[in-house]
């Protein structure tokens, strides 16, 4: 189905049917996300996933654009190698008392490693964030859909908001050490990725701090999920 968003023209893959039945209602951008439910997890017009300020997400499509082809785009087999034989040289601690190996946890930490090492490279506790970002998409995907009432009782949503507030706090921290990194580096060259872009833009003022802190939590939270279940899956089916 094609329809016009703000402008510009949008194909929407599925029946025709299911396609009206969302959009005949004048509300029908709720059907992606709650705006309190987004708010909660710090998406509601930021980062790039659920970012419904068309202006905003203009300006912060193309860092992600440049992060994810050329010269970046070429070292993702060989760090994700290396990522894959780190983690396999410390099995043990994936596994439990009976030999059993936690192979989607083992899945994440090698996808947050190789995430890390694409866009950030600073040093973290990999099985401290893996478990942050599990939580956060706990949060995630007990808000998205909410009506606005399950808003009003705090006591239903607080644990989840903080959740989500955890990881970003642990990403600001992160952040943080990188400014520290570049301010103190003698040659900004070997220290630019898809976090100094934004970091940099900050600086000039075309985003915010809350603009880069999500841009870096979504990029580092998507590989943990979505590869990390793909491969568990391939691996299961193997």
Not at 115 to 130: G, H, Q, T
Not at 151 to 178: G, M, P, T, V
Request: charged share 20%; aromatic share 10%; glycine share 4%.
């Amino acid at each position: 189905v094609r329809v016009w968003i703000n402008g510009e023209e949008t194909l929407i893959i599925s029946k025709a049917s299911a396609t009206f039945h969302i959009m005949k209602h004048s509300h029908y951008v709720s059907r992606f996300g709650s705006k309190l439910g987004l708010q909660c997890i710090g998406m509601n017009e930021n980062g790039i996933i659920f970012n419904s300020n068309p202006s905003l997400w203009k300006i912060i499509r193309p860092f992600f654009i440049k992060a994810l082809s050329g010269p970046g785009l070429m070292q993702t087999t060989e760090i994700c190698i290396r990522s894959t034989k780190r983690y396999l040289d410390n099995l043990g601690n994936v596994t439990n008392e009976l030999g059993n190996v936690d192979v989607l946890k083992l899945m994440r930490l090698i996808m947050l490693d190789t995430s890390n090492n694409l866009f950030l490279r600073i040093p973290l506790d990999e099985n401290e964030i893996v478990l942050k970002i599990q939580k956060y998409f706990d949060a995630w995907q007990a808000l998205l859909l909410k009506p606005d009432i399950f808003f009003k009782i705090s006591w239903l949503y607080k644990k989840y908001e903080k959740s989500a507030n955890d990881l970003k706090e642990a990403i600001e921290i992160l952040i943080e050490q990188k400014r520290q990194k570049l301010s103190s580096s003698e040659k900004l060259d070997e220290n630019m990725d898809f976090a100094s872009e934004l970091i940099f833009a900050q600086n000039h003022g075309d985003l915010t701090a809350e603009n880069v802190n999500q841009c870096i939590l979504e990029m580092l939270i998507a590989a943990p999920d979505t590869m990390s279940v793909s491969l568990f899956f391939m691996l299961v089916l193997v």
